[in-house]
């Protein structure tokens, strides 16, 4: 069982390292042509960087904390506590929204990142109790991605807006199933082995982030429409809380 949990998680390091290749080659590719989003191929890179790592940590078997709900795979939630901030931080590029709208929604998503490590770490009431809070903060994100953040976003071209409905629905269609699993998973009910458990998270963080930097790759030619000359062009639109109604460059 605890080899099988450890291929698995080698099987997370392999893809996560393959998925980082693409984004790191287009931002040093490009880098030579003036190309100016480095910023975007950084965040990409570093979701799947991460994860490697994060993947890394957990084949070797480093750590996994014990708690009174059972062994807590600490690297898996350090890795989701930095690599879906930065899946909203892309988001957030492509869409431009408002400063207070993102840093809300990434808020948010660390509530959720806390009660679920708050819940796999607990036993009984209390555990139950933070994984509907985990929940409740995940409706409040879905309503902010599908809702909150395209109404928020500066009007881009028909091609940017395509790339970021893409993406926006890998993320909320994938991300609803992690609690799926941590219901069926030891930390639930207890209906999948420790083993299969790591196989579908394996899995779904693969499709979720490999998948979803694959598809920003692929459409990297939107970001020739956002409007943006350098990286602090794009700081600058999330400085002020009207950057949604400015107007895009014609450059």
Known sequence: MIVDTAVWAWLGVLAMGAGTVPPLWRWFAKSGEG???????????GVTGVAA??????????????TPGGNLEAARYLDWLVTTPLLILFLGLLARPPRRVLIGLIGVDVVIIAGGVLASATTGTTSWVAFGVAGAAYAALVYGLLVTLPRSASAE??????V????????????TLYPV?????????????????????????VV?????VAVAVAGADALDRLGVGDASDLAAAFESPDAATAEPSDD
């Open 181 to 205: 699993v941590w219901l069926l998973a030891p930390t639930g009910f207890g209906i999948l082995t420790p083993a299969t458990e790591m196989l579908v998270f394996v899995y779904l963080d």
């Open 157 to 162: 071209a028909d091609r940017v807006t395509a």
């Open 35 to 45: 190309d100016s989003h480095a910023l975007h191929y950084a965040t990409l890179a």
């Open 53 to 66: 790592l994060a993947y890394l940590a957990m084949a070797l078997g480093f750590g996994v904390v014990s």
């Open 208 to 212: 979720s982030k490999v998948g979803f």
């Open 164 to 175: 970021f409905g893409t993406l926006r629905n890998i993320t909320v269609v994938l991300w």
